[in-house]
């Protein structure tokens, strides 16, 4: 079976358009099938965006799982001056990331990889909304592999909802950093922000 987080292989491409109003600005993404959260923007991601915004977060994000890159390019449309990069499975969905950027005229730098081999690099921030249907093993590797790419004082926020095992994966966390904070719940969603990554960078 094909899931968002694969490679989609016999789905028929149906490329479109989804438009909607964050923080007072309207944007427009380019979505398709075989991608996650393709037919609206996903809740949980930005329940994420709009913390790290208000956090004002600079430096080096790295967006771990960025699909279409609705939560990376919606932060580079708010935090102009950060960097932002990109890795995704999925290259229906880093194709559609690529022609949203072009349409939104923003700079980010997506590429195409897995999350378990090919994260390169340290970075002041990481974000991620892993994906749930792929099993704990994967989303336990999302928030190691950020403890390892993360700065000495670095910070990971990360978005789940309550009833999708959040409560693991944060004790899952506490073993890889110094500091855990609960930033947001909402309509059972929530956005929790690591400091400190007790894991030595590769």
């Known amino acids: ?113 897995d999350v378990s081999l090919d994260v390169v690099g340290i970075y002041d921030v990481i974000i991620t909304n892993p994906p749930i249907r792929a099993g704990k093993e994967v989303v336990f590797n999302f928030l190691n592999q950020a403890a390892k790419h993360l700065d000495k004082d670095g910070r990971l926020y990360f978005v789940m909802r309550r009833q999708q095992g959040v409560a693991s994966a944060v004790k899952y966390c506490e073993n890889l950093f110094e500091q855990s904070e609960r930033c947001v719940l909402k309509k059972g969603y929530e956005v929790w922000c690591m400091r400190k990554p007790l894991t030595s960078a590769l």
Do not use: W
């Open 1 to 113: 079976m094909t899931h968002y987080f694969s490679k989609p292989k016999d789905i028929i491409q149906n490329r479109r358009e989804i438009s909607f109003r964050f923080l007072d600005v309207l944007s427009t993404f380019i979505v398709d099938d075989g991608i996650f959260s393709k037919d609206k923007a996903d809740f949980g991601s930005l329940l994420l965006v709009e913390e790290v915004i208000k956090r004002k977060e600079s430096g080096h994000i790295l967006d771990l799982g960025s699909g279409y890159g609705l939560m990376s390019l919606l932060l580079k449309q708010h935090l102009k001056n950060v960097e932002i990069s990109g890795i995704e499975i999925n290259p229906r969905a880093l194709d559609c990331a690529h022609k949203s950027a072009e349409k939104l005229n923003l700079k980010v730098q997506f590429s195409e990889g």
